[in-house]
């Protein structure tokens, strides 16, 4: 006897629909899976027999074989479990139902229960586009499944369960959309820490208004680090678009909250210097997200920049331009969103202390220039914002007065983006980071005196058309905290000075 049931497959971040075919006949006992299948799901074999004989179930004798299709593409882990055995058990007639607009998805153990899986958001999302109306999937996945409207989503403790409802739909209820967790703040780290350090804090609030790219150069114990730590304090809350499409990824990876599954908190991700461009960049035989993709709508910090291999900062070229980072292997290419703000921070020598007012740097100065060099120059150009970061003096830390908390700068921050959001509306771009050529010049208008300004300084500084491109987007984002149109002089200026680092280290 043959039987068709639907579940949805992911490849990545990219989710599609299958077909289970099961077929039943007499012959010598066999148990076949086609289609493409990787080991785990060749391994369903022994966990669907065990299940259905410790559920009550007769297994049935014969030849068996079971299809996925579409049969080209490459089918991997255990979330096909459930839907072969329930095509398994409408094929041998143990089972009657209509299962025609549902979808089922989960791990089976060998008593029946149902495990929980990855990226069950993105098959979700995929399994109600395709109209199906009715989907079942593991217990612990439900809240997440539940975050998408229009699809009844059942969480099932174990096949039991979902045989009964099936027979009789009583049992089960359509699991209730967790309301999402507000968009929380790390309370215990806050700007008001910090001593000191006003032209950094001011470059970190021009970071997260406009979306840029950052690069903090100080001595051992300046504060970059504590710095970088606080810049999510100040970050605009996320919309429901992006918490759904973060969410999609930190799924694929299993790093989802089952109580609270809908990241509503702007990620933060310092990987240690020593990860390898895959781990950077996403990989794997079927590829999974890396650092880059899991800090999408956030922020990345690489700490000790230039101790990071070549190769792994190099990696970080595409995705700082495009916004996506593309991993592709024998097996496909996957696309992930890698909408970032790059935070870098290093010292300017080996000892950490070439230019520091009072301690003297021990290294040669073809240590420095080997050290500073580590960091390429197109690299170095995609780094919006270059900012010394001084040693605080005794004052300053003992100083009592009070400073601006992660609250006011964010109060600032969120009006400069909803400025954005705003005159972009429509165009798929949230900030001024992510402007295109054509947008930039619509954009971007200047006073003549903020261009003829920055003509002058193009050809004084030597600078590159992205660098270009990349003042103005500075500017138009120091204007925005302004609250004003036009770019001015002192806009370009301020952008400029925060550009002009790399001439003191570099040169």
């Not at 669907?48 to 074989?65: L, Q």
């Not at 996925?68 to 593409?73: G, H, M, V």
């Not at 980071?433 to 050809?459: G, I």
């Amino acid at each position: 006897m043959f039987s068709m049931v639907k579940s949805v497959g992911i490849f990545g971040i990219n989710s599609y629909m299958l077909e289970i075919e099961a077929d039943v006949s007499g012959g010598m006992p066999s148990f076949d899976v086609v289609g493409l299948p990787d080991a785990a799901v060749k391994e369903s074999r022994d966990r669907v027999r065990a299940a259905i004989k410790n559920c009550g179930y007769k297994f049935p004798t014969g030849r068996i074989t079971v299809n996925l299709a579409p049969a080209d593409k490459k089918k991997e882990g255990a979330v096909y479990d459930l839907p072969i055995l329930i095509s398994i058990l409408l094929a041998s007639k143990q089972l009657e139902c209509t299962t025609q607009s549902c979808a089922f998805l989960g791990e089976v153990s060998l008593d029946g229960q149902l495990r929980s899986i990855n990226g069950v958001l993105a098959m979700v999302i995929t399994a109600k586009q395709n109209g199906i109306r009715d989907i079942y999937l593991p217990q612990d996945n439900a809240a997440e499944g539940a975050a998408v409207e229009g699809i009844n989503v059942y969480g099932v403790k174990n096949v039991k369960q979902l045989t009964d409802h099936l027979i009789s739909f009583t049992n089960l209820e359509p699991a209730v959309a967790v309301p999402p967790a507000k968009n929380a703040v790390n309370s215990m780290l806050d700007f008001s820490e910090v001593k000191g350090q006003l032209m950094a804090k001011k470059a970190l609030e021009i970071a997260a208004a406009g979306g840029h790219n950052l690069l903090m150069i100080g001595p051992p114990g300046s504060g970059k680090s504590m710095l970088a730590k606080r810049l999510p304090t100040i970050l605009p809350p996320m919309t429901f678009d992006e918490s759904i499409e973060t969410t999609k990824i930190h799924s694929v990876a299993g790093m989802l909250d089952k109580s609270n599954p809908l990241v509503t908190t702007r990620p933060f991700r310092s990987p240690h210097h020593t990860v390898s461009s895959v781990g950077l960049s996403g990989g794997g035989t079927v590829p999974k997200p890396g650092e880059i993709s899991l800090a999408h709508n956030g922020v990345l910090f690489l700490d000790e920049l230039p101790e990071f291999k070549r190769d792994a900062m190099e990696a970080l070229r595409q995705p700082l331009e495009d916004g996506t980072v593309t991993v592709t292997r024998a097996s496909g290419s996957v696309t992930y969103p890698s909408n970032i703000i790059l935070i870098a921070a290093m010292n300017p020598c080996p000892c950490g202390f070439y230019g520091h007012p009072s301690k003297p740097c021990t290294c040669s100065h073809n240590a420095v220039h080997k050290y500073l060099n580590k960091i390429s120059g197109p690299l170095l150009d995609r780094l919006d914002l270059h900012i010394e970061v001084p040693p605080v003096d005794y004052k300053a830390l003992s100083d009592k007065t009070q400073v601006e908390t992660s609250a006011q700068i964010r109060e600032r921050v969120t009006k400069a983006r909803q400025l954005q959001v705003e005159r972009y509306k429509g165009t798929g771009i949230t900030c001024n980071s992510q402007l295109t050529p054509s947008l930039l010049r619509k954009h971007c208008v200047m006073t003549e005196e903020a261009s003829a300004y920055l003509n002058r300084s193009f050809d004084a500084m030597g600078l590159s058309a992205r660098a270009y491109d990349r003042i103005l987007k500075v500017a138009r984002t120091i204007a925005d905290l302004k609250g004003n149109n036009e770019i001015q002089k002192d806009d370009i200026g301020t952008a400029l000075r925060f550009r002009s680092l790399d001439r003191k280290y570099w040169e």
